[in-house]
T-cell receptor, first 115, second 111 residues
Framework: GAVVSQHPSWVICKSGTSVKIECRSL??????MFWYRQFPKQSLMLMAT?????????EQGVEKDKFLINHASLTLSTLTVTSAHPEDSSFYIC???????????FGQGTRLTVV | RKEVEQDPGPFNVPEGATVAFNCTYS??????FFWYRQDCRKEPKLLMS???SGNEDGRFTAQLNRASQYISLLIRDSKLSDSATYLC????????????FGTGTRLQVTL
C-alpha cells in the first residue's frame, strides 16, 4: 500500500509549549490529508481536513487557533498544537487518500504527552 | 442512528475458531466500505475494501448487505496474531471525501 510517514512518533512537552507534528505522503501526492485524535479505548475522531494550498477545514468543536494546520505542499501537512495542556495528551494520527480512491493510509501516529 | 455502529466486544475466541463481526451504517447512498485493523497503540492499517457484494482475502471475508445496511467481516481459522481491534469505516454522510470510523470491535484470540 501507499506510504504515509508521521513524525515524531512520540513527544513529551511541558504545559504551555507548542508541538509540531509532520505528516508526509512518500510515494504519492495528496491534495487532502486528514488529522485525527484518539483517546484511550475510543474511536478515531476527525479533527480537520488539511487542503493543499488553502485553509484547513475543522470539525465542530475543534479550535482552529489551537490546532494549526499547514499544507504547503502536495506531500506534507503539519499540525501544531499550540499552548499545549495536559488534556491535549492523546494519540494524533494523520491519513492521506490515494488520488482517485477512497482508500486512506495512515501515518504511524504521534503520542503526545503534556506534563 | 450512528453513522457507523459496531459491537465493541471483546470477542474472546480460541485459536482456530471462526469469528464474525457486523457493522451497521446509516447512509444508504454509501458505495464503498473498509475494514481496518488497529493494534494497541498503533495506527489503523487497511485490511480490506468492500465494494458491491463483498471481498475475500485468504482467511478473511467481507460482505456487504445493502438491504439491511450492514457489512460483515468473517475470520476463519483464527490466529493469535489476529488479536486486535477491527474498525469499520464508511464514507461520511454529506461529505464523501471524509471517512467515518466505527468505535471498533476488539478481538482476542487465545490458546
Amino acid at each position: 500500500g501507499a506510504v504515509v510517514s508521521q513524525h515524531p512518533s512520540w513527544v513529551i512537552c511541558k504545559s504551555g509549549t507548542s508541538v509540531k507534528i509532520e505528516c508526509r505522503s512518500l510515494d504519492f501526492q495528496a491534495t487532502t490529508m486528514f488529522w485525527y485524535r484518539q483517546f484511550p479505548k475510543q474511536s478515531l475522531m476527525l479533527m480537520a481536513t488539511s487542503n493543499e494550498g488553502s485553509k484547513a477545514t475543522y470539525e465542530q468543536g475543534v479550535e482552529k487557533d489551537k490546532f494549526l494546520i499547514n499544507h504547503a505542499s502536495l506531500t506534507l501537512s503539519t499540525l501544531t498544537v499550540t499552548s499545549a495542556h495536559p488534556e491535549d495528551s492523546s494519540f494524533y494520527i494523520c491519513s492521506a487518500r490515494v488520488p482517485d480512491s477512497q482508500v486512506a493510509f495512515f501515518g504511524q501516529g504521534t503520542r503526545l504527552t503534556v506534563v | 442512528r450512528k453513522e457507523v455502529e459496531q459491537d465493541p466486544g471483546p470477542f474472546n475466541v480460541p485459536e482456530g475458531a471462526t469469528v464474525a463481526f457486523n457493522c451497521t451504517y446509516s447512509n444508504s447512498a454509501s458505495q464503498s466500505f473498509f475494514w481496518y485493523r488497529q493494534d494497541c497503540r498503533k495506527e489503523p492499517k487497511l485490511l480490506m475494501s468492500v465494494y458491491s457484494s463483498g471481498n475475500e482475502d485468504g482467511r478473511f471475508t467481507a460482505q456487504l448487505n445493502r438491504a439491511s445496511q450492514y457489512i460483515s467481516l468473517l475470520i476463519r481459522d483464527s490466529k493469535l496474531s489476529d488479536s486486535a481491534t477491527y474498525l469499520c469505516v464508511a464514507p461520511h454522510t454529506g461529505t464523501a471525501s471524509k471517512l467515518t470510523f466505527g468505535t471498533g470491535t476488539r478481538l482476542q484470540v487465545t490458546l
